[in-house]
């Protein structure tokens, strides 16, 4: 039985199972893994309007083997997990994943000096393929690198992913298996009476188990439940996204060594075919701080000046700052309160995406032990995500979906080459997107280099009438008077 | 005839293919068609051919003694191109070249995908305005943030909403037109925002925004961020004395900033000049690669429309002397220019024929200048363009006057203001 995905009106007055706080990368997982089990009762709440609104959306979307996580820590187990859990499921599902390999790459002797022991890390979190570059062979590989490279260590397991699409299958996976979705729904309250209460902006929401995977806001909700354990600091990491015609300049994720004075910044392809620069790293106070800089902007073009010089060139195509949740300790803080059927899941950092799937296996393992009675395992419905990466065929280079279907063949947003086909089967879909930026994060359409200047209308009209019937100018165009203007 | 069908093969050869139906691409098919050289298709990836004009429906388009608003002369263009034999496909997008010595592209469309394979190619891809992404503009990422070309199409092409009040970043002639669409649309210009210390627009022009509609034109000032979570709320300026202000608005205009669409001259690997960032030609179009030709605002971004027509006109001279077996001319020296100055189109001589005159964009306004054209060391030419100060973003020209004296051997011919 599919479950209802509802943004506005009265909550559903049933009590579920388990309710989840936050429809983030992983809330998301965890509704999916919980709904493997159809007798429960799930939600997932979430206070904006889309899922994956919060970290889940402006990340640096790689795919991480855990190389250089902290060995021992539940963060390094889950991420090495995770990494093998998502590789699968994204195969899978239709998920964009390339295997680009990363390159930390030594500016100086300290850098450099720094290498082996790095490697040595690597072999202790379970990545031994790891190997040391020499200049030589170093710029062989990235032959657009800065100059002044003394040389790198090669890890080839990073992969590149699309968190967008991820987070998507989840949330579509879960909402097909019967999961109810409830957007626009902000936790303001809790209290219990045998169940837990949560007062919401709609209303009340009942829950036999509480999961907690508020992300930013996960101390707050916390505290909402009598817990004072930790308080999230929203790091801010500020990103710029390069054209895709930048894309040639890089071969892999070029990260920085980490060093005490932070991990610094990288230059990263994405599946879609751009490339990323950044993040910056500032600890702030303000959890809606999703602002760009001027000083962070130059910052990273001047830290992308020296890896890679030709991308000062290109022009950028967004600008993003997402914020990380950090908590002061270098792990996740996940934690039960059996007394409360309840799971903190906090303190998920910028490894959250990787290890979203091992996450929700231990969080459900933990809601298991607490006495939650998953009942029978059914493995639900495959699905298969609509491709938004480049390394993958798109549907307008599939001569046979348009040759079945011709909307395939018509594009919308050039930049981006989105068809009207790929738009129509957005808004159809069980999650929707209700805004432009929401139609955007599951197409693409509209975030490429013109930013709209070409497109920008269309696809509005396309999201603004669901495609019922065709757009007004098309109309026009079969009418033989393609250029009467609507006004003025 | 226009097409929208499927083509009738997968795999076809055409005389000239023009990638882009606006004013470029539409002259360049109306003249080769009605010169016979054979067939010529028109690739155009909108619903409708005609390029940026269909848009500005204002007028200032056509000739003197004709003149026209945007949407009538994209129709008239159009008319004309389909009149002369040549066959105009909308909806089809040109992905790639073909790899190899020869001119083929692909292309999709709703009829699938289809390769074509061309004696002559013309790039008349035209030009678009960076967004606020490009221009690096920090602050949030709410709604309500477009360009001229995005507002003009959802206001007169769509009859859509646009929000209440507008702050138009720019004060040149399309940052005019920009909030002319604004009170078109109904909504209110808060201000006109240029870090220039004044309008790049005629006068009589700034003035009636400036009196007539009451909308401030704040000179030396530029935005510094833009605010607001969900729709834009605000935005914050600075002048360039220090002052800041938080400007109400939930609508922003980024105009002008015009640069080539050049994806499909990369793809193809052609030189591309570093100034304008469009496909380097010589005088008479010849791009560097053999047989493939550049007009329009992919050149020099941006033109007005009949300067693209014409260009489109000139280059389809080229390409029938080419068909003609007529050689490629060889590279020849690079033509460049010196700061204030930003580019120069043509930027390229070679042996094929002088351009009627050469464009130019300064950086920073030149009274009564003095421009200077050296190779070498050697003075080739110098000439007084314009009598009264030459702005930012708007056209200054040089004659060709001086191309016999250049030296095809020699180094780069550097334009300078004396």
Redesign the interface.
């Known amino acids: 039985m599919t479950g209802t995905v509802t943004e506005a009106g009265p909550l559903p007055r049933r009590t579920y199972d388990v309710v989840i706080v936050g429809a983030g990368v992983v809330g998301c997982a965890l509704a999916r893994e919980l709904a493997r089990h159809p007798r429960l009762g799930i939600a997932l709440v979430e206070a904006q309007d889309d899922i994956g609104q919060g970290t889940s959306k402006a990340n640096t979307a790689i795919l991480h083997t855990g190389f250089d996580a902290a060995p021992g820590t539940l963060e390094a187990r889950l991420v090495r997990e995770g990494c093998e859990r998502l590789g699968a499921y994204a195969a899978a599902c239709g998920i964009p994943v390339e295997r680009v390999g990363a390159l930390l790459v030594a500016w100086d002797e300290e850098q450099r000096a720094a290498l082996p022991r790095l490697a040595d890390k690597a072999g202790r979190n379970g990545c031994p393929d790891t190997r040391l570059l020499g200049p030589g062979e170093l710029y062989a590989r990235e032959p657009h690198l800065g100059p002044g490279a003394l040389g790198a260590l090669h890890v080839p397991g990073e992969s590149i992913v699309c968190p967008w699409t991820t987070t998507l299958a989840y949330a579509t996976q879960a909402v097909r298996a019967g999961a109810d979705l409830h957007l626009n729904t902000a936790v303001r309250g809790a209290s219990r009476d045998g169940e837990h209460r949560l007062t919401t902006s709609r209303g009340t929401l009942r829950a036999r188990h509480l999961v907690n995977a508020a992300g930013l806001h996960a101390d707050s909700v916390d505290r909402l439940l009598g817990h004072d354990d930790f308080t999230v600091t929203p790091r801010r990491g500020q990103l710029l996204?390069y054209d895709k015609?930048a894309r040639p300049l890089v071969r892999h994720i070029l990260l920085p060594v980490p060093t005490a004075l932070g991990k610094g910044v990288l230059v990263a392809p994405t599946v879609y075919g751009n490339v990323l620069l950044g993040p910056t790293a500032e600890d702030l106070d303000d959890k809606?701080a999703?602002?760009?800089?001027?000083d962070?902007?130059a910052g990273l073009r001047a830290k992308g000046r020296r890896i890679l010089p030709a991308l000062l060139d290109e022009?950028?195509?967004?600008?993003?700052a997402g914020l990380r949740a950090a908590t002061g300790q270098e792990d996740y803080r996940i934690a039960a309160h059996p007394e409360q059927a309840y799971v903190t899941v906090g303190g998920i950092r910028s490894t959250g995406l990787t290890a979203s799937m091992a996450v929700a296996a231990h969080v459900t393992g933990l809601l298991a032990a607490m006495g939650l009675d998953l009942g029978p395992v059914r493995e639900p419905d495959p699905v298969t995500m609509p491709n938004l990466g480049e390394a993958f065929p798109r549907p307008?280079?599939r001569?046979e979906l348009?040759?079945a279907d011709?909307?395939y063949?018509?594009?919308v947003c050039?930049?981006e080459?989105v068809s009207r086909g790929e738009i129509r089967d957005a808004l159809a879909s069980a999650i929707p997107p209700r805004?432009?930026?929401g139609l955007r994060r599951r197409t693409r359409a509209r975030s490429g280099?013109?930013?709209?200047?070409?497109c920008?209308?269309?696809v509005?009209?396309l999201l603004?009438t669901g495609l019922s019937g065709q757009?007004?100018?098309?109309r026009?165009?079969t009418a033989g008077k393609?250029?009467?203007?609507?006004?003025? | 005839m226009t097409e929208t069908g499927p083509a009738a093969a997968a795999s076809r050869r055409v005389d000239v293919l023009v990638v882009g139906a606006g004013p470029a691409g539409l002259a360049a098919a109306a003249r080769l068609a009605a010169a016979g050289a054979g067939r010529v298709e028109v690739l155009e990836r909108e619903p409708a051919a005609g390029g940026v004009p269909r848009h500005c429906a204002h007028g200032g388009f056509g000739t003197w003694r004709r003149p026209s608003t945007g949407p009538g002369y994209a129709r008239l263009l159009t008319e004309s191109a389909e009149r002369a034999g040549a066959v105009i496909r909308t909806r089809t997008t040109v992905l790639d070249w073909v790899a190899g010595p020869c001119r083929a592209l692909t292309a999709v469309g709703p009829g699938g995908p289809e390769t074509i394979e061309a004696r002559a190619v013309v790039l008349a891809t035209g030009a678009r305005e960076r967004p606020r992404t490009a221009r690096l503009v920090p602050g949030t990422r709410p709604a309500g943030v477009c360009t001229t070309g995005e507002l003009q199409q959802a206001v007169h092409l769509f009859g859509q909403h646009i929000g209440t009040r507008a702050v138009v970043v720019g004060a040149e002639s399309v940052s005019y037109a920009a909030a002319d669409t604004v009170r078109a649309a109904g909504a209110e210009v808060v201000a006109l925002v240029t870090e220039h210390s004044r309008a790049q627009t005629g006068r009589i022009r700034a003035g009636a925004a400036r009196l007539g509609h009451g909308v401030p034109l704040l000179t030396d000032t530029v935005v510094v961020e833009l605010l607001g979570h969900g729709r834009l709320s605000g935005v914050r300026v600075r002048h360039r004395d220090g002052r800041t202000a938080v400007l109400a608005c939930d609508t922003a205009v980024f105009t002008g900033d015009f640069v080539p669409d050049h994806e499909c001259a990369r793809r193809g690997g052609l030189v591309l000049d570093p100034g304008t960032r469009g496909p380097a030609v010589d005088g008479s179009l010849h791009t560097s690669r053999p047989g493939v030709f550049a007009a329009g605002n992919v050149l020099h971004a941006v033109e007005p429309a009949g300067t693209a027509a014409a260009e489109g006109a000139l280059a389809a001279r080229a390409v029938l002397d080419f068909l003609a077996g007529t050689p490629w001319p060889d590279p020849g020296p690079p033509l460049t220019v010196e700061a204030p100055l930003r580019w120069i189109a043509p930027n390229r001589v070679t042996t094929a024929g002088p351009p009627a005159r050469h464009v130019l964009r300064t950086g920073a306004p030149l009274t009564r200048p003095v421009l200077r054209v050296h190779q070498d060391g050697r003075l080739l030419h110098s000439e007084r363009p314009a009598l009264g100060t030459v702005l930012p973003n708007r056209t200054l020209t040089l004659t060709a006057r001086w191309t016999e004296r250049v030296d095809p051997a020699g180094g780069p011919v550097r334009v300078s203001v004396g």
Do not use: D
């Open positions: 996204v015609l809606r999703t602002g760009s800089t001027a962070g902007l022009e950028v195509t967004a600008v993003y307008y280079q001569p348009i040759a011709p909307e063949g018509t594009l050039h930049c080459r805004s432009l930026e280099r013109c930013q709209g200047f070409y920008g209308p269309a509005r009209e603004e757009t007004r100018e098309v026009r165009t393609p250029f009467e203007g609507g006004r003025g």
